[in-house]
Structure formats: structure tokens, C-alpha cells
């Protein structure tokens, strides 16, 4: 083996940067060299990408950029798409350009499968998401047209997704929004859901969630339908696979996803939906020398329902699993005891006005805790958690609230 061992981590968001800096925490610096290898040069702090839509943030305000936070931490940073990885020979191809590894990390997230519904968008069709930096900037521009006509709306998740939260999140703000423009009684709201019943998640139900968000959305004259699967989208309309149609002047529709190509292209590496199969360990299961966490990762739903709904990897838990795979990697190369501790969750959804925060350890029941509270003084946490977070993040701090 080369002398310093060479690590390189595709990813540079919550579980790259993560793994990256735990990385240089825990192993000494004449032991390790590190490559951090990524798409974009900023970081961007998603979770805050509902309030871009709304016009509350700029993306200025809740990215930084990456180059300048890991170069002085020792740390390089190569800015580039990688295309393929060969777990065999150990090299990853980004560009022109080969680098060799002893471990990788891929904590390359998601690709949106815009592909499963006609007309899921927004590049590929007329609605809307908040998937991306790119797609939310775009919500964004759409929202304010919308609200100089408005009109009915849907939010909600096609069959297959994982990533529930953010469409309660976008519903709750828009009613928030709405009201405060003395224009709700102009715009009935429907949410449609894959999810078997409300604050399914994705995770079988979180406690009394359940019961809250339905009398919530009940409360808020917001229409809902579960187990629903859509089936097409146009510019004004969301049709379901049981032929309801709504109809819409502003969709956004949370699409299912995908793992990224170079991934899903690298034989031998993914599932056929482009996700990494690891052990408890995060570790993959036929290299040893290769970890994945975060959306990359491939966990199987925690039960069957009537419309497909996939397990979902926050970014809490994305942290969590970045911190436990540079452990295993250090106990790789230095010896020690190997780290399998279940995801735990911990998550503040924004409802507008208010905000409820959730905890659930494991996220797969059966649990030993499940939690839930309801107050402004959670609405006023998250918000605080983005500088805090974005602070940690460029400081190169990994510890966990
Ligand atoms: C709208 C929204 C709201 C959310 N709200 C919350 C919340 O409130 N709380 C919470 O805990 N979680 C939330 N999440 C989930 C959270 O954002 C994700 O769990 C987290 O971003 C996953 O981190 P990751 O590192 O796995 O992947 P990502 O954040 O998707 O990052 C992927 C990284 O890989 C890079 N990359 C991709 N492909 C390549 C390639 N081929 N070559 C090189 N680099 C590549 C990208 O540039 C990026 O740096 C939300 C998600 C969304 C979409």
C-alpha cells in the first residue's frame, strides 16, 4: 500500500464534507491523504431550500463555497464530475483525469427519476420540485407567477419517493404564505401522497404524527389523498393512476429517486436503481474498501403498502452515517473496534406559523423512542439551525446535536 493512505470521497455535501473532516480528525496527517472530489463548488444547505421557493432565502445566503474551507484544512478538493469508478483496479475517472484510491467514499446523493411520471419537472416537464439548487431556483420564479394569477395548487410526492418531508413542508408554506397575502380563499390545496396515511414518511408513521397532520391539514382546508400513485402531469392538471384528476395552476410533485450515473454505470457497485448495498458498517458488501452513505445508500422500504414508498436518508442520519463510515475506514488502516449503530432521527418540520419537531431512535421501528412537538419555539430552532449548521460545515465540525 502507497505510504500515506489515499482516500478519496466522491460527494461534498452532508456526508462528503463530513466523512472528509472526521477523516482528518481521526487519523494523524502523516497517515492520510484525503481528496474530496465533487460536482459543485458550493455547499449548499438543502434543508432550506423550501424557503428559496418561497422567496425567504437567497442561495447566497445558505451556501458557501467549498474550496477555500477544506484547502486550509489540508484537505484537496478536486471540482469535477466523476464518470465512472472501478472498484477492481481501484481508480475513479473524473474528466481527463484518474484517481487512484486504497478507500472511497461515495456520498454522491441523487439523481432525480423525473422519468417515472410524465411531465415531472421542471426540465423534463410542466411541474416543479425542490430537488435541487437549479430546480428550486426555478420553483422559485414560478411561484411568484403564479401568485400575480393564482389558481388551484397540488403538492405532494409521486409513487417511489423517499424524500416526504419537504412536500408537508412546501404545503404548509404556501397555506402560511397565502393567508398572510389574503389570498388563500383563491387557491384550494390538494396534497397527494404515495404514503399509505399521513406522516407515513416513508419510515411506517412516527408516532401520533399521524393523527396531528391530518387534523391539521383539516384545519387548513388542505384536500389530501393517500396511497395515491400519479400518473401524469401537465401544465394543468395532476392525474392519479384511479383516474382522479386535479386540477393545477402550480404543481410540485417530490419525484422518486435514482443514484447518480457513476455510480449506477460502474458495474458491480449499485443496485438496479443505482443505490449501494452496505453493511450495518456502511461498508460495501463485496469491497471492503469502499463505503457509501447518505441518499447514495440502498435501504430496502420498512414495509410493503399499496403505492411504492422508498426509505428516506435525511441529512441528520447522512451525518450520522458519514461519521460512522470514516470510524470503520480509520479502523481499516489503525486497527480498533468497527462502528454498526441504526440511524436515529431527529427533524423540525416547518408549518409556517408553527413547526413540529420529530425524534425517532432507530428510524426503523420497532423503536426505542418515538417523539413529537409542536410549538413556534421549534419554527425559531430550525431557523437557527442553518447559520449553526453552515458554520459547522465550512469550520470543518462534525459533532452531532
Ligand atoms: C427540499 C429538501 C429538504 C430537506 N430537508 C431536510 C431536513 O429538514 N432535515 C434533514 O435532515 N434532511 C433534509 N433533507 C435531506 C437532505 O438534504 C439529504 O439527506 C442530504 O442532502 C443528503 O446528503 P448527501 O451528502 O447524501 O447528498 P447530497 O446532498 O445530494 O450531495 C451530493 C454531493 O455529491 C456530488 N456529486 C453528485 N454526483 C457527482 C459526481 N458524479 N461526481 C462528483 N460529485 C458528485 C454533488 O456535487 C454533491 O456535493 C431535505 C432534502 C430536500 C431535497
Known sequence: MHKKTRIVILGASFGGLTAAHELRRILPPGKREITVVARDDHFVFIPSLPWVAMGQRTMEQISFPIAPSLKSRGIEFVIGEATRIDPQSQKVHV????????FLVIATGHRSANEAVPGLGPFDGPGHSLMSPRETEEARTAWSTFLEDPGPVVVGCAAGASCIGPAYEFAFE??????????????????????PFLAHFGVGGMGRARQ???????????NYHTS????????????????KTFESHFSLIIPPLAGVGAVSNSPGLANPKGFVS??????????????????????????ETPVPVNFPKTGHMTVQMAKSAAHNIAADVQGGERVTRPPFVHCIMDMGNTAA????????????????????????AKKAYEPYFLWKMKAGRTWLP
Request: proline letters at 7%.
Open 95 to 102: 474528466g481527463e483525469s484518474v484517481l487512484d484510491y486504497d
Open 174 to 195: 404556501i397555506d402560511h404564505a397565502l393567508k398572510k397575502r389574503k389570498m388563500r380563499h383563491r387557491v384550494p390545496i390538494t396534497f397527494v401522497t404515495p404514503e
Open 212 to 222: 396531528f397532520l391530518e387534523g391539521e391539514f383539516e384545519h387548513r382546508d388542505i
Open 228 to 243: 395515491a400513485a400519479v400518473s401524469k402531469i401537465t401544465a394543468s392538471s395532476v392525474e392519479l393512476e384511479d383516474g
Open 278 to 303: 452496505v453493511d450495518e458498517g456502511y461498508c460495501h458488501r463485496e469491497f471492503d474498501n469502499v463505503y457509501a452513505v447518505g441518499v447514495a445508500v440502498a435501504y430496502p422500504p420498512v414495509d
Open 357 to 380: 419537531r420529530m425524534q425517532a431512535d432507530p428510524v426503523r421501528p420497532p423503536r426505542n423512542y418515538v417523539r413529537m412537538s409542536v410549538g413556534r419555539r421549534w419554527l425559531w
